[in-house]
């Protein structure tokens, strides 16, 4: 969270001037709850910054999280230049993204897109509002209040090497400025979603979020104040604990109403057009320090290697502190295996796949992140 007259910009700026690279304006997709009678929720484009090094590689996407709210002003007004564009449709919020410029501004945000229709853009006040011929609206564009710009969500290209190093070459530039982590803040981890689509191992994944769950948000720290974490669908843990076959768990994933907000997203393993082949670990808390991400990583990469072996996952002790031990006692075994006789700690486990985030999805492409034994995003 950035301090109170910073910004994301603010953070774009300094990273990009300590390497010698440039930003890039760029929308961000998002939803956030209506006021409107009868609509559930509007989703909305707003503004990011992509920076890159001087030679053109990517360095880190810095966007807005809705869910980020503890410690800003509902009241304050718009900062100059902050804007949003808003609309009820999918399809078209991505049109919308195509044709508006994030670098515009909000008096031109829906110029382009008017085109399109052969329509002309109202104002209403301070927002501008743009129907179709027959007089349904498309869009909004509207100031962004509330100290939106506050809010950083600080996304990864995958880390090829020193992970300790690349992380802080972004969080300590932020200490600097002094943004701090927010209140609902977590750690987003994703991994090649490749080997999880054998179902002996998704089944596995399955029972170690579900069954020792208590002793992962404990062993982890789990933020509870992050919002959209949930425990997996009860149809989804009995199709894994009854070795259903990939049809059968993708079954029981549509009756539970599966969806990226649980504990681990695991919507791109059970499709066969997945946005980015990927399982996704939310459960990590919101960190700013370097050392800690990656020693929870690690973490994380045990018990998922734990998860490629072909004996199921066991089940928890029921009480709640042998849990906990023997939840580290599944790690610890790995790292045995891994260090040991006939183990090399060198060997590949988990491989990465063309796209991916260390911190949170954003449909960048990207390059492997390698880990000790495994390589994460």
Not at 41 to 60: I, W
Not at 257 to 267: A, E, P, Q, R
Not at 319 to 331: F, I, Q, T, W
């Amino acid at each position: 969270m950035a301090p109170a007259g910073l910004s994301r910009h603010s953070l774009a700026v300094e990273l990009a001037g300590r390497c010698g690279g440039r930003i890039r304006p760029v929308w961000h997709h998002d939803s956030e709850p209506s006021l409107v009678p009868g609509l559930g929720r509007f989703l909305h484009l707003t503004q990011g910054f992509e920076v890159r090094r001087a030679d053109g590689s990517p360095l880190c996407t810095l966007v807005d999280d809705v869910t980020l709210v503890a410690g800003l002003d509902p009241r304050a007004g718009p900062a100059p230049g902050w804007f949003r564009v808003l609309s009820d449709d999918p399809r078209l919020l991505r049109l919308l993204a195509a044709h508006s410029d994030p670098a515009g501004t909000l008096s031109t945000a829906l110029d382009g897109p008017a085109q399109l229709w052969g329509t002309r853009v109202e104002q209403i006040g301070d927002v501008f509002r743009l129907d179709d011929p027959g007089g349904a609206t498309i869009a909004l564009a509207a100031p962004q209040v509330g100290e939106r710009e506050r809010p950083c969500e600080v996304i990864t290209p995958p880390l090829t090497n020193d992970h300790r190093a690349a992380l802080d070459e972004l969080l300590a530039p932020a200490r600097k400025l002094g943004f701090t982590v927010p209140a609902e803040a977590a750690v987003h981890l994703h991994v090649d979603g490749a080997p999880f689509r054998h179902p002996p191992a998704l089944a596995n994944l399955i029972r170690l979020f579900a069954h020792w769950r208590e002793a992962l948000h404990t062993v982890f720290r789990t933020n509870p104040a992050c919002r959209r974490l949930a425990a997996l669908p009860a149809p989804l843990v009995a199709a894994a604990d009854a070795g259903a076959d990939t049809a059968a768990l993708c079954q029981a994933a549509d009756d539970g109403k599966l969806s990226k907000f649980f504990d681990v997203n695991l919507t791109q393993v059970l499709t066969d057009t997945p946005l980015r082949d990927t399982v996704e670990i939310r459960i990590l808390p919101g960190s700013i320090d370097a050392d800690e991400i990656v020693h929870q990583a690690a973490l994380v990469e045990l018990l998922l290697d734990r998860c490629l072996e072909g004996q199921p996952f066991p089940d928890p002790p029921a009480d709640p502190a042998a849990a906990v031990d023997g939840l580290l006692s599944v790690a610890a075994a790995v790292l045995a295996k891994r260090t040991g006789p006939g183990g090399p700690a060198s060997r590949p486990q988990i491989r990465t796949s063309p796209k991916a985030t260390a911190a949170r999805p954003a449909g960048t492409v990207s390059r492997p992140v390698k880990t000790p034994g495994s390589t994460h995003r």
